[in-house]
């Protein structure tokens, strides 16, 4: 395994509850469905960004392809390779990483790339995608927009309880910034006493516009833009968008 990131990540100590919470990708998958894997081959090498839990990635290898992930958690990727064994793994991080042009399909979901903080490190991870795909290659991802942040603005957002642990999650938005705060507290029994844990999780909000030009800036034609609301027919999603683009042939 390379590794390619810092030891520590904000989602090392909520790994466990992420798995837990998280683990149901149906959706994701008819996503994927819907919008990618008909245009791939049966043999398809899929690069998952951001890959958390590895629970996409285990979906994806049942269907036969060849699935790598990588993700800047470690406490994510202690799950991911006992989730998805058949998998490669690597501890890196998206805004840096280098891999050689072998992948036809490139997917990051569970809105990874709003953890990328900037629009020149999200044209940084563009680039390093465009260069890690073989040409007439997809690359399909999700984020949520400004109204979807605003929507869900100075509410709890997620949130459990268990024996072992009992958590909750409330997110912010602050407009100026267009940056979402999530505080996540944990209280979770150790050794018979109870403790207390709290992480805060920062997203950054990218207009269609920035997203879609920094994509064809780099390179990617046929950029599309579909709106989970419509695409899903359901309500509440209102802001959470996905890109789908390809890397043309030279
Ligand atoms: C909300 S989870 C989504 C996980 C998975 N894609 C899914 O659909 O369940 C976001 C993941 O992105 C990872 N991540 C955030 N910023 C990253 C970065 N700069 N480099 C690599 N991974 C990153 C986190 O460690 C976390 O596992």
Redesign the pocket.
Known sequence: MISL?NSY???DPF?RI?NEY?AN?EE?MQLLEMLQLPHLTQEAHIL??????G??AQLLLKKGYKVTG????DG?LHYARKNAPGANFIL????YFELPSTFDGVI?????LN??LSLEELKGVFHNVYTAMLENGLFLFDLYLEEYFQSENDSMIAGDVKDEYVWGARASYHVEEKISQTKVTIFELLKENWQRLDITMLMKSYSREEVQSALENVGFTEVSIYNAERLFEKSGTAGEVYFVCRKPLS
Request: with cysteine; charged share 20%; hydrophobic share 25%.
């Open positions: 990131a990540s904000v989602y790994a992420y998280y990708r994701t998952d960004l951001g890959c958390g839990t629970q996409v990588l993700d800047e958690s994510m890196g991080d998206i805004r990051s979901t569970g809105s990874s953890h990328i």
